[in-house]
T-cell receptor, first 114, second 113 residues
């Protein structure tokens, strides 16, 4: 079992609200990722981090921001949520070493913006 | 551009029947290849991975996949499907110098009793 946790699992909020999706892992992985997943669509990488104080934008443009102050914690923030942000957000982590590559995923945070 | 294609959006099989899910990739060189499964309301779980060596890879839950360089394919197979295998299956790939995975759009497996 992977030890990566996301909260909240489900969130329904109104337009304009600020939200933070939490992601924590207890495996000591240095690499962490946020993917956005829409129904019937592939996962798109929106943010990743190679370690503390290291964050990069992914392949899909996103208005969200991330921070990596501690190894185990990689929160995602939307300053002003809009209906277009409605989606499922999946957090993942992995070990250093190119010949591993396995990502461990959390159970996801499903966001609905009204 | 690098891409992963899963041509089947949905597949329905009867319990006990064999299964094959298709995956094709487009990369400059042979990528590292993965199959993940996602049950409803859950995150993704790794079924198996291919880096090099034997082109037939065994995974968890009785799944296997075969890498075919000539066809740029990495199809997932299971000889006898169980009702608990109903889920969404994702093929993914990354280059040998990147940590970022590119996912296919997924195949939803339905299992008839």
């Amino acid at each position: 079992e992977a030890d990566i946790y996301q909260t909240p699992r489900y969130l329904v909020i109104g337009t304009g609200k600020k939200i933070t999706l939490e992601c924590s892992q207890t495996m000591g992985h240095d690499k962490m990722y946020w993917y956005q997943q829409d129904p019937g669509m592939e996962l798109h990488l929106i943010h990743y981090s190679y370690g503390v104080n290291s964050t990069e934008k992914g392949d899909l443009s996103s208005e969200s921001t991330v921070s990596r102050i501690r190894t185990e914690h990689f929160p995602l923030t939307l300053e002003s949520a809009r209906p277009s942000h409605t989606s499922q957000y999946l957090c993942a982590s992995s070990l250093t070493g190119l010949n591993t590559g396995e990502l461990f995923f959390g159970e996801g945070s499903r966001l609905t913006v009204l | 551009a690098q891409s992963v294609t899963q041509p089947d959006i949905h597949i329905t099989v009867s319990e006990g029947a064999s299964l094959e899910l298709r995956c094709n990739y487009s990369y400059g060189a042979t990528p590292y290849l993965f199959w993940y499964v996602q049950s409803p309301g859950q995150g993704l779980q790794l079924l198996l991975k291919y880096f090099s060596g034997d082109t037939l890879v065994q995974g968890i839950k009785g799944f296997e996949a075969e890498f075919k360089r000539s066809q740029s394919s990495f199809n997932l197979r299971k000889p006898s499907v169980h009702w608990s295998d109903a889920a969404e299956y994702f093929c993914a790939a990354r280059g040998d110098s990147s940590y970022k995975l590119i996912f296919g759009s997924g195949t939803r497996l339905l299992v008839r009793p």
